[in-house]
C-alpha cells in the first residue's frame, strides 16, 4: 500500500503538516531533501542512494476512429511526446510503521535544477485539408517515479509516480498519462538488491495504446543504476562549514476535515491575435472552454504556525485565528487543503479555421492554497494536483501557472477560523493572458472546512547566523 | 521611462544587504532568422529561423548588496520565478523539404539582476540563476551572442531608500549571431517599495595565519593551446525526431589558443609532521608529500577561442558556422603523490561546444566530465620551464545526439617565482 508514502509526501509537499508524531519522528534534516514526512505513520527507517539515468520514454500517436476521433475532434491528429527523466536522480526508501504493520516504499526525485533537468517535449500535427497546424512545446517535469510493495520483499516501478504533474503533460493536446498507463514498463525489484545498491533497473518497452480518440505505441529505453544507499534516517548534525545555532522551534496546528466541496468553474479561452504567439501552440483562431465541476467525498485541511518555542503558545493559536491577541513571533502560518471526489472537467473547443476538440477527464482531486497576512486569509482554489489538474484534458491548452495562479479565490477576516465550521464561498475569477492563450476564469465553488483537533510539536531547527 | 543615473554611493545608508519588495510583469520575445547581408547562403543557414519567449513574472523581496560605493544583487532573492517553461523552437526550411522542427526546454531561470555599470550607475537587467539563454541544441544565437541583447536600463539604488519608483522597459533591440540576425522584443513593468536595511556588513575576519612550512611557485603562460573535436550524428534511439537531428552528421571543433598569462603552485604539508627547513621542504615537495594546488589561467583573447560546426543532413546544403566561445583554464590538486591535471569547470560559462548549427550540448558529450586529464610530477613543477599535458576520449550518447570527442590541451609554463618558506621547529 503505497497511501502512506504518498500522503505523506504530497502533504510534505503541500506543506500541509499533519500528525505530529509523524512529523517529528520524519524530520529528515540529514537528506538532500530536508524533507518533513507529514503522513501517517512513522518512519523507521529511511535510505537514500544516487541514481545515474539514461534511456527515455516516448508516446507516439494518432487519431483513431476506433477510439472514438470522430466524435472528439481528434482524426487528424497526430504527433509525438518524449518524457526525458534528465541523467540523474536519488532514491529514498521510507520504511514507516502504521497500526503495527511495517511497509516500505520508494520515490525517485529527479535533478531539478541542474543544467539537464527533467523534460517533456511535444510535437503534435493537426491536419486542415492539406494545411498542417503544428503545436510544439516543451517544459520541466516534476514527476517523482514511485517504487511500491509488490509482494514480500518487492518493490515495483511506477514511473507515473506522484506529486508531480501528469508524465506528459504539455500545452499541446494528445494522450493523457491515465490513458497509457498500461503500456509503461513497471518491473519488479528485490528490496534486498535495492538496499545493497549498485544495481542496474531496465524498463524497456514497445507496447501499443489505444482509448479516448488516440491509438499509439508507447517505446521506454530507461535505464535505472543505483549507486550506493546510506541511511539517513539519523539526524545529521548542522553542515560543519556554516555558522548556526540550534533553537527549538513550535509548530501549532489546526486540521481540518473537508466536509463538503460543490460548485462549477469556467475558463473561457482564446488564442492570443498575435501570430508569433498564438502559433507556436496551435492557439490561432482558437476558441474554448473548460467547465469544471468540482465535488469532494473527502479531504482534509491544514493551517500551521511555526516560529520559535520561546514565543507563548497563545500567540501560535492567534496567529490560526482561534482567538483574538497578538501573534507577534510567530514567523510563518500558511496552509492547505486537498480533496477527492467525483469531480469532472469537461474541454471544448473550435479553431476559426476549421477543426474542433472535445475532451472529458474526471477531476478527482481538488486543492486549496491558504494564506494569512495580517489579519485576513487569501484562500485560492488552483484545481486538482498531479493528474487531476482539470485544465490537462486531451486538447490543447494554457498550464495552469498561466491562469495567474487561482481559478477562483477569496479573502475572508482571520476571525473567520475562530469557529469549529467554516463555509468558504470562493467566487472571485481572474483574467489571464498566457504565452499563447487568453481569458477568463469565473464561478462559484462552495467549501465546508470542519474542525477537528489542534495539534502541537516541535522540532530542533538549526537557523543560519 | 528609466531612472536617471546618479553616484551610487549620494545619501544613503552604510554598507550591508538591503531588501526591496519588488515586482515585474510582462513579455520578452527574442527570435532571430538567416540573414543573407550577414553570410546565410555561404553558411547553409538562410532557412533557419526561431525565438524563444520570457515572462518575467517575478514577485518578492530583491535582496541588494551595498559594498559602500556600488550595489549589486545576486540573482533574484525571494522573488522567486515563473513556471511557465522557456522553449526554443527553431524552424529550418528549404524548398523541396518538409520543413524542420527542433523544440527544446531551456534550462534557465529568469532572475532579476542589479550588476554596476560604468561610471558608477547601477545596471538592472534580466539573467538566469541557473543556465544561459541561448537556442540550446536547435540552430540558432549562442549564449555568448545573447550575452547583452536582454533589456537592461540604469537605476538610481538610492533613489529607493526615498521613494517607491516604478519603471517600464518597452522597445526593441536588434542583435546580431553570426550568420543570423535577431531581435528581442520587450514590455516589461517593474515596481520597487522602498529599500530598507536587511543587515549590516559583518566585519571580515582575518584570514588564518599562514602554514609554516610552504612553497610558493609563480609561472607566466607563454602559451596554452586546447583542441576538443566531437563527431556526432543524430540518433532516433536518442530522440533526435524532438530536435529535427534525425539524418544529421556533425564536427564541432573547439579551440583555443593563449598567448600569455599566469599560473600558480600553492603546497602545504600534507598532515602529519611538517618538514622544516627549506632543503626539508623542498624535499617533501619533490617527494609528494605535500598537498599540492594550483591553478593555470590564460589571458582571454576572444580571437584564440574558437569553435566551429560542420554539420551535414542527406540530400539537403548543411550548416557550417563559426563562433567565438569562452577560455580553457586548467587546475591541479595532488593526489597519490602526484600532481593531477584537470580543466577548470566549464559548467558556469556558456557552452563551448556550440556554434549556430543544430548540434550536441557540452552536457550531452562530456555531462559532469572534465574531458580531458594529466598528471605532472612534484619535482618537475619545480623546474624553470613546465609543460603539462592533458588529454581524453570517449564516446557519449546524450540527448538526440551521440558520437565521439578528444580533446587535448598542452601549456608551457616558465618559473617566475619559488618562495620556499621552512617554517620553525
Redesign the interface.
Known sequence: MRRGLVAGAVAALLTLTGSGDALAGARASGGEFGIVFGGPGRVVRQTQAPMAIQGRVEVEFHGDRASGCAFLGTCDTAGHIVWDPGPRGTLLVLDTVLGGHRQTDGVVFLASGLDEPASVVAQVRRGLDGAVATCADAGRSNAAPTLDPAGPGRLRFDLTGFGGEDLFATRCGGPLQADVARALPSPRVSLAAMRRGRLTVALPAERGFAGHGFAGTVRSSLVFRLGHPRRTDEAAPAPASLPVRRRRARVLTAVYRVERVTGRVRVALRGQPDPGRCAPLDACGLEGKVDLTARATSGEAALTAQGPATVPRSRFRAALGLMSGPSRGVESVHGGANWSGPGTAVQSQTWQTGGFCGSAIPARTGSLDISVVGRRVTVRYSGGYGDGNPLRGRCPGPLLSELGGALLSTSVPLRTFRARRIVLRLRRGNTFTAEAHMGSTSGDVKIVLRRLAIRESSYLDFAPI | MTCAATPAHAGVGPPGTYVTDASTHGTI?V?WRGDPARGCGEAGMCGESG?F?L?PNLRGELEILHFGRRWESYGSGSMGS????V???ARHDEPGHDPG?C???L?V?LSLEIAAGPGGASRLGFGSI??FFSSGRCAGPTALDLADALPHADIDVPRLRREPVSLRLAGRRAFAAGPLAGEVAYDVALRFAHLRLSQNASRETGAGSEPRSAVEIAYRVERLTARTTVDFAGLP???C??LDGCGTTGIVTRTFDAPGGNARVDAVPAGGRSPVGRAAVLSAFRAGRMSVYGSVEPRFDARGAVTVEELRASGTAGCRDTAPGPGVAVEMSSARRTVTLRPTSD?GTPDPLRARCPGPAR?DVL?DRRGATGTVAPADLLRSHVTLRLGGDGRF?G?GYGGRHATTIVAELRREKLIVRGGRR
Do not use: F, H, W
Request: proline content about 10%; overall charge negative; hydrophobic content about 35%.
Open positions: 520575445v527570435s525565438g519567449t515572462r515563473d513556471e511557465t517553461p522553449v526554443v523552437r522542427l523544440i527544446q526546454p534550462p531561470q541557473i543556465g534511439e536518442l530522440g525526431e524532438v559548467l552536457a555531462g550518447a540527448k
